[in-house]
Nanobody, 124 residues
Framework: QVQLVESGGGLVQAGGSLRLSCAASGRTLRSYAMGWFRQAPGKEREFVAA????????YYADSVKGRFTISRDNAKTTVYLQMNSLKPEDTAVYYC?????????????????WGQGTQVTVSS
């Protein structure tokens, strides 16, 4: 069993930056691919970014490519999402997810464990 806890959300002005963290406990993340998803009010949960088990392969949604960066520190069992040039449309609850595979994917149903989410609000 893997427990995931997100942190780092908050209120920021458009153009600003935030860094989300996802701390894992219960099991090492070394054999898990990790992902970030987000859900805005009234919308489906959507893929944001994913990273493979060793951090050498990443994948991003087109809407965040060039602005967001996913990274991981397996020694600290933590995954990060650096978000720059934030836009009001980035406002959502952001969720961290773990997949019991070394390969990163964008499909929500392929992830096995989820955190509770952290709110990100970008004001215009």
């Amino acid at each position: 069993q893997v427990q995931l806890v997100e942190s780092g959300g908050g209120l920021v002005q458009a153009g600003g930056s935030l860094r989300l963290s996802c701390a894992a406990s219960g099991r090492t993340l070394r054999s898990y691919a990790m992902g970030w998803f987000r859900q805005a009010p009234g919308k489906e949960r959507e893929f944001v970014a994913a990273i493979n088990w060793n951090g050498r392969s990443t994948y991003y949604a087109d809407s965040v490519k060039g602005r967001f960066t996913i990274s991981r520190d397996n020694a600290k069992t933590t995954v990060y999402l650096q978000m720059n040039s934030l836009k009001p449309e980035d406002t959502a609850v952001y969720y961290c997810a773990a997949r019991a595979s070394v390969v990163e994917v964008a499909t929500r149903d392929e992830y096995d464990y989820w955190g509770q989410g952290t709110q990100v609000t970008v004001s215009s």
